[in-house]
C-alpha cells in the first residue's frame, strides 16, 4: 500500500504543490494541494503512515492551502483556504498554515457527514471498549487522551467522535493529536518518545502542536468500536483522582450539548445518543496527575460486568 | 462557450445522473456544493429513481445533503409557526413568498432547497404594526445604522432584515416585490388580491401560479449577485414543470407579466431556463395567446445578455468559468444596481457606502 513515507519529503512537496495527493483518514479522502512548506512538512512527519491513493478517481473533500498574493507575499505572509470555492476560515499568518489544515480537515467532517452523529470528544479504546471523552476547550481531554494513547489505548479520535446512526458504532478518525500550550511539554515529558509537530506561537488557541497518532491506531483505522464509558474529564491543579458517577439523563444532556449536529439530525440523532448514554457507564472525572488518571482508566469495568 | 456544466446537465435531464462516472460526481458534487443545490441533487436523484445507482461514494455526500435539507424543511415550517402567532392578533393578511412559500405550499422547488431568509409580504399601511409585532415576540433589526435604515425604509421594498434573538432566524418583511426607486411598479395590491390559500393552513396565503413565476423571475434578473442564480433558475425550471401543466397558464403568464410591468425579466427566465435546463418553455409560449408581443431587448442588447447571464447562471466553481467570468458577474452587479435605483440616487448611494460607512463604523 501506498503511504505518505512511500514519498520522500522533496517529492511529496512537489505532488501536494502540482497536482495534489489524495490522503485517507478513516472513511475519508481528501485532496490536498498546497505549496507551504509547513504543510508538506507536518503531513510529512504526522502523517507518514497514512494511505495515499494513487489513482484516485473521488475525494470526499477538497482543500487547498495556498500562500497569498501582492502586499501579503511579502508584508506578513498568509496563507489563504480554499475548500473548493467556499472558504471556513479567514486567512491567517502563513506561521499557523499547518494547524489551520487541522482545522479545515475537522470542519469538513463536522460540517458534512450527517451520517454520523459528530461529537465533539475525543474517543480510545481498549481490549474492545471504548471511552468517550467530550470536554470544552480546557478540561485537558487532549492531554489526558495523548496520555492513554501514549499507554497503549488505542486512538480513535482525539477531535471528532462519530456515531454512526443506525449502528450505533464509534467509527475511527485517526488524526494527530493537537495539544495547546503547557500541556504540549506535559506530553514531551510523559511520553519522551512521542513525535511533536514544531510548536505554532500565538493562534487563536494560543501555541499549538500535533502530536503524532501511533502507527498501530492508523492501521486500525477500520475498526470501529463500541461504547462501554462517557467520562467528562477535568483538569484541577492539585487534585486527586477522582471519578464520580453521573445519571445518565444528565449525561445524556451534556454529551449532547458537545454534538455539532445533534439538533440537525432530529429523531435520528436522539436515539444516537440514547443508544450511546444506554451502552455506556458515564462519569465526571477530576485529575491532576497523569499517572494517577492512567491507573484509575485501566481499571475500569466494563458495564454489565 | 463550451459544453454545459455537469451539474447543470443533471438538473437538464436526470437521467444523467445514473451515467455519472466517479470521476465525474467528484466534481458534479463540488459544483453543486458552491450552487448550494447539493441536497436538490440528491431529491432529483431520488424523484428519477436513480439514487441507488449511483456511486455510493457520491451517494453518501448526497445523503448527508438530504439530512441537512429535511431539517430545514422541518425548520422553515416552525419558523413560518412562530411568525404567524406573533402576527395572530393583527389581522393582517399574510403572504409567504419564494423559499418558504415552496415549503409550505410543498412545491417542486422546495425538497432539498436551502435558504437563509423567510420572506414575507404584507401591505405598505401595514407595516408599522407587522415590525412591532415581531419585535415583541423577539424579532430585532440588527446590524444596520441610520443610513441603512433610511436606504431600507424609503428606498427598498422591505424592511430592514429582522433576526430573531434567541433563534437568529432571519425574517425579510415586503411590501412590494421590487423597490419604490426601482423603474418598474409591479402593483402589489394585484398581488395580493389573487393570493391562495394552501390546504390545512388556515388563512396564511402564497401568490397565484403565474405570480409565484413571475416574483421568481424578477428576484432572479433584477438582482446583481448571481451566487444562487442556478439555484433559482432551477426554482424557475421546476415551478413552470408544475404549474405549466394547468389549464390557461401558459396564456395568463404573458398578461399578468404586463400588468405588473415585469415582462421583460419574464423574458430572459423563460429563455435561460430554456437555453440551459431545457424547459421547453418556448413552444407553449407561441402557442399560448397573445405571446408575440412580450417584450424583448434589441438584437445587439440580447447577445451582450446571452454572454453576461450564460456564464453568470452558472455554479461559481472554478470548472465553470472562463476569462469572461468574473466581467460578467462584475457587469451584472452595476446592471442590478442600474435597475433598482436611478442614476444619481445610485451614485449617492454607492459613495455613501465607498466612503461614509466605513469611516462611521471607524469612528
Redesign the interface.
Known sequence: MLTVASYSRAQLGARLAERGIHLQTGAFVTCVKSEVASVADGISLLYADYPVLEQA????F?ISLHQAGGVRRWFRPQVRLDC???SPFQPLPVAQAFPMFEWTLNWCVSS????YLCIHAAVVEKNGYAVILPAPPGSGKSTLCAALVSKGWRLLSDELTLVRLGSGELVPLVRPISLKNASIDIIRRYAPSSVFSPVVDDTSKGSIAHLKAPADSVARAGQCARPAWVIFPKYAAGASAQLEPIAPARAFMRLAKNAFNY????S?GFAALGDVIDASLSYEFTYSALDDAIDIFSRLTPPGQ | MSALPLLVQAFRQPQRLAGF???E??LVL?QA??ANLTAGLCHLAEEAGLLGRI?P??R??L??AR??G??HR?AVRFEVGEIRRALAGLDVPLILLKGAAYTLASLPPAPGRLFSDIDILVPRERLAEVEAALMLHGWAASGHDAYDQRYYREWMHELPPMQHVKRQSMIDVHHAILPETAAARPDPALLRASAVAMAGQGDLRVLAPVDMVLHSAVHLFYDGEFDHGLRDLVDIHRLLGEFGKMPGFWDALPVRARALQLERPLFYALRYADMLLGTGSAANMDSAAGAAQLDRPNRPQLVLMDFLFRRALLP???SCADAYTGIAHFLLYIRGNWLRMPFFLLARHLFHKAFISPKQAAG
Open positions: 478517481e473521488f475525494a470526499d477538497h473548493d470555492g467556499i458534512n457527514a450527517h451520517r439538533s440537525l439530525l432530529g435520528a | 462516472t466517479l470521476v460526481w467528484d463540488r456544493a458552491v456511486a461514494q457520491a453518501e455526500h445523503t448527508w439530512t441537512v429535511e431539517r422541518q461559481s466553481h472554478a
